[in-house]
């Protein structure tokens, strides 16, 4: 089953390439000009997310390097104990949703420190791939078009993402624990 | 909201560092963090230009709209408010799908267009769509078949499976995305309640 869905990964991209190209020349459609059309908006709609970008990874990178990150992990860590969660994970699960590459540097480390095969390796590789960057991405999308009013959309991203550090926590539990 | 938590996040880690004497972090902290952004943006610019060049390509050939008539049942329930076979439809499932395969280079320019056609109807420009927070929650919460990353590094520290973990992510970010597209209805059948 692995096998045919890393199979499909592999030839998704080229398989619509050439799938469009092929439709849109049957078509006779002028592909070229179209492509470069489009692409041609490709900076402007890049540049437009940099002020979203540098607002949310500003303030994400203050609330690490002052220290104040780690007093709210303090303050959730007892709480989180009692739901048999492991304190060593406890820096990666809050830190998932602000920063992809600092998660995913911590996670390298905890598999590097435990094994990737021991409880605390499964259920770091399980968060990892489990939950997005739910800040960068909302800023991101909504950076792209101008809007900076995200009504209740952080309420939703986090519930999802807390969601799934419970399930995490369980199956891995059941699973290899 | 965000708004609060932007500041929270500031005000609170500039007191934090002024108590611990540890101020000079800040500074630092925050041009780090600006580059950052510039430079996530820029290495954007190639990938959504070309992605926005084929995608245009598909869009005058129909190929968009005929994949948002595909997935019209599903869509219908997801998003009743946006018209049948509205071009944005197509963007969104081309982009979740991008994130099923684990695509990421290729669901970020999606997800783009789809929020660009999404903007093209919102009635309040500054203000996220009832459809805009309905497909960041899919998007963020989405299911992941092959988390290629991590099965890279666990493979890296030689992993007796390295793909064991596949099924229990499968399942944690199933459970995650329930959870988020149920929050989301809540949320708007709220907000609706109360007129915002």
Redesign the interface.
């Known amino acids: 089953m692995?096998g045919v869905?890393?199979e499909?990964?592999r030839w998704?991209?080229p398989f619509?390439?050439f799938f469009?190209?092929l439709?849109?020349s049957l078509?006779g459609?002028q592909?070229f000009e179209?492509?470069?059309?489009?692409?041609?908006?490709?900076?402007a709609?890049?540049?437009k997310?940099?002020p979203?970008?540098?607002?949310?990874?500003?303030?994400?990178?203050?609330?690490?390097?002052?220290?104040?990150m780690a007093?709210i992990f303090k303050l959730l860590s007892p709480l989180l104990n009692n739901f048999g969660f492991p304190a060593e994970v406890l820096t990666h699960a809050l830190m998932r949703p602000l920063s992809g590459s600092a998660a995913?540097g911590i996670?390298?480390n905890l598999?590097?420190t435990h094994?990737?095969?021991s409880f605390i390796?499964?259920l770091v590789?399980?968060?990892?791939?489990?939950?997005?960057t739910?800040f960068y991405?909302?800023a991101?999308?909504?950076g792209?078009?101008?809007?900076?009013?995200?009504?209740?959309?952080?309420?939703?991203?986090l519930?999802?993402?807390l969601?799934?550090?419970?399930?995490?926590v369980y199956?891995?539990n059941k699973?290899?624990g | 909201m965000v708004n609060y938590i932007w500041l929270g996040m500031i005000i609170f880690s500039i007191v934090v560092a002024g108590i611990n004497g540890n101020i000079e972090a800040i500074t630092k902290a925050a041009l780090e963090g600006a580059g950052e952004g510039v430079k996530t943006s820029l290495h954007l610019i190639s990938i959504i230009a070309f992605w926005l060049g084929l995608m245009r390509i598909a869009e005058a050939a129909g190929l968009i709209q005929i994949l948002a008539r595909i997935v019209r049942p599903l869509t219908r329930i997801l998003f009743p408010e946006l018209p049948r076979d509205h071009p944005a439809l197509g963007a969104i499932i081309m982009n979740l799908s991008a994130n099923i395969l684990g695509l990421g280079n290729a669901a970020t320019p999606m997800g783009l267009i789809a929020m660009q056609e999404l903007q093209k109807i919102n009635r309040e420009p500054k203000t996220a769509s009832p459809s805009m927070c309905t497909f960041l929650a899919l998007n963020t919460s989405c299911l992941t078949l092959i988390p290629s990353t991590i099965i890279g590094i666990r493979l890296l520290h030689n992993s007796s499976d390295p793909t064991s973990v596949v099924g229990t992510t499968i399942f944690a970010t199933a459970c995650g995305m329930i959870v988020g597209v149920s929050v989301d209805r809540l949320m708007r059948f709220i907000y609706r309640v109360q007129g915002r």
């Open positions: 692995y869905i890393a499909i990964s998704a991209i619509a390439i469009i190209l439709i849109a078509k459609l592909v179209i492509f470069v059309e489009g692409a041609s908006e490709g900076f709609t890049a540049i997310t940099i979203y970008l540098v607002a949310m990874l500003v303030a994400i990178n203050i609330f690490r390097a002052s220290g104040a007093i995913l996670a390298t598999i590097s094994g990737p095969d390796g499964q590789s399980t968060m990892q791939g489990s939950t997005d739910t991405v909302l991101l999308y909504f792209s078009v101008g809007v900076t009013k995200y009504r209740y959309a952080i309420v939703v991203g519930a999802a993402d969601t799934t550090l419970i399930a995490s199956i891995v699973i290899f």
